[in-house]
Structures are given as C-alpha cells and as structure tokens.
C-alpha cells in the first residue's frame, strides 16, 4: 500500500509539473504572438512631490491584453517572458514606447516634464547590448537622459558582475538608476556601496506599516535619511492613504508614489493631468 501511496504521489508530481510546464510553454506562445500582434500597452503611475501631489515622474508599468480573454497581470507574465528570454524583446518595447511617451512630454513641458522610470529586470541588465540600445533610443528622441531612470533591482546587481558593470554603462549615458523595491532584497546597504544608483524606492512594505509601530516609523525615517545622506531621491512605494502621506512628508519623504495619489493610467491622462494639474494637498 505503501508502495502504491508512492507511486500515485510521484504520478501526481509529474502530472503537475506537466501541467505547470504547458501552461508556461502555452503562456509563452501566447506572449510571442501578443508582441507581434501589438496586444502590449503602458499604462503610468504618476510620482509625486510632498507636499502638493504635483506630479514629478511616472513609472511605466506594461499590461498585456490578449484579444480572446482577460488582461493577465505582469506579476504572472513577466517571470515567463523572464525565462523565455521573450523579456529582451518585450523589455526592447517597453523602452521604445516610454521614450517615445517621454519626448512628447518633453517637447511640451520642458524642464517641467515628469521623469520618466522604466523596469528592466535582471535578464535585461545581463544583455551587454543593453546600454546601446538605450543610448540609441535616448539620442533618436533627442531626450534629456536626466529624465529617463532604470527601475533595477537589489536581486538583479546582487553579486556584482555583468550585471552591476551593465549599471554602471548606464549611468555614464546619463541616466537615472532606481533601486526597485528597496529593502527587500539580500544585501540592501552593501549594494550602495557599490552599486551607482539614484534612486531608491523604498518597498510597499515599510509603507504599509507606517501605522504601525514605532520601530517601523524608524525604519522608513532610517531608510529617508540614508538616501538623503548619499544624495540621492527616496521614493515612498504603494502609499494608498491620505494618513501615510503625511506621515510620510513629516518622516522626511520627498517623492511618493501610490492609489492615494493616483492608479496607473493611460498615456493620455498623463497628458491631461500635465495640462491641468491637480493639487492634493
Ligand atoms: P513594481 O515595479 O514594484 O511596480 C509597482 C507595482 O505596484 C505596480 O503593479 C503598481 O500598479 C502597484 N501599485 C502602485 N501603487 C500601489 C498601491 O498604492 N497599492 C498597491 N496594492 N499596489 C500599488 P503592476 O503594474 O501589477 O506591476 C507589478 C510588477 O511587474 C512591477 O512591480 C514590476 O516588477 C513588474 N513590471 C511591470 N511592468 C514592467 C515592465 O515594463 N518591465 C519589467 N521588467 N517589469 C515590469
Ligand atoms: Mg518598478
Ligand atoms: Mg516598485
Ligand atoms: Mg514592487
């Protein structure tokens, strides 16, 4: 009985791990076939200064929209194209397509225009042809490189190599480099010791707990004050209530970004709300 426990449970292993594999491999095609097809789109979320909410960047966030069935979520399509490697032509995209946004809020607002932050995941970093092709996207649309910044992450650089040699390629066009996340990857403070970013945008998660207690005002107070201290810009990640807000400017936060000040939208609300712009106060 035993014995035949153990075979079913091997035969049930299997067949899950086909079932995962196919539908990767099926997600996969479905991607291929999405980037041809033209199915990707970018929505923004607006960053913002505290106090005041005037908008001072966007984050380029890609949504796929397959035209037989629901949006699927990047958090599930982006570790496949990830592992495909379909990431570098999606990644090659998403750059083209923020940079073309990027330059008509140049050409309209200047020095004013909104920073404009693109995720490149770890695969992107360890692509030496990487930095070309920002370089080369940069200089077509004759944008200010200052106002162009590389969402990174602490997990991609960690270990130093290819990757942290591609970060600093990057900075030398000019570019801004942003840690993604910060706080939650392997070794947050010896990365800054090495790794030559601008930005760092502190986790959702310090956020959240900002009601909480007084050793997590601390640390979101610590992780303001280190960027401060090194010069660079604290972004606060996923700040969703008028309260974490205020907590936030009067912990020293600068920059905030989240549903509190607004959702994710179309490249087209952004230009609205650069034409009209709302004041939260
Ligand atoms: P991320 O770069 O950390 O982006 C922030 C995520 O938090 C976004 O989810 C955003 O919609 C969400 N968010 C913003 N404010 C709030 C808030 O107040 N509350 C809550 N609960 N969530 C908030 P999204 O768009 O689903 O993206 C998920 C992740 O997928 C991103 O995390 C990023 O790692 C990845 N991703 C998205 N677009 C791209 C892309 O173009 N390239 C790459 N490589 N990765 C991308
Ligand atoms: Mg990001
Ligand atoms: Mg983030
Ligand atoms: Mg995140």
């Given at each position: ?81 990830e ?15 923020a ?44 944008l ?37 996340d ?17 930005t ?12 909480g ?24 990640e996923?700040?969703e ?19 509190f ?15 009209a ?5």
């Open positions: 009985a035993a014995k035949r426990a153990g075979a079913n449970r091997y035969t049930e292993h299997t067949a899950e791990m086909d079932s995962t594999a196919q539908h990767d491999a099926d997600l996969a095609a479905a991607l291929r076939r999405g980037l041809d097809m033209g199915e990707f789109r970018l929505v923004y979320q607006p960053i913002v200064e505290l106090p005041g909410g005037r908008i001072t960047g966007v984050e380029a966030l890609v949504r796929w929209h397959p035209p037989d069935g629901p949006p699927v979520s990047p958090a599930e399509f982006i570790p496949v194209a592992q495909t490697g379909l990431i570098l032509d999606l990644g090659l995209w998403v750059i083209e397509t940079c073309a946004d990027a330059a008509r809020w140049q050409h309209r607002h200047g020095a004013g225009a909104p920073r404009v932050n693109i995720n490149v995941s770890a695969r992107q970093l360890l692509d030496p042809d990487l930095p070309d092709q920002v370089a080369s996207t940069i200089a077509r649309y004759r200010d490189p200052d106002k162009i910044t590389l969402e990174i992450t602490e997990t991609a650089v960690f270990g130093g190599g290819a990757a942290l040699n591609t970060v600093h390629d990057l900075r030398d066009l000019g570019v801004g480099v942003a840690l993604d910060f706080g939650t990857g392997q070794s947050s403070l010896t990365l800054l010791r090495t790794c030559p970013v601008t760092l945008k502190v986790d959702k998660s310090f956020i959240d707990e900002l009601n207690t007084a050793e997590q005002e601390a640390i979101a107070t610590s992780l303001s004050t280190i960027a401060a201290t090194l010069g660079l810009r604290a972004v606060a996923g700040v209530t008028q309260a974490q807000a205020s907590r936030l400017e009067a912990l020293g936060y600068r920059y905030a970004q989240g549903y000040f607004a959702k994710p939208g179309p490249a087209a609300l952004i230009d609205a709300a650069l034409e712009p709302v004041v939260i106060d």
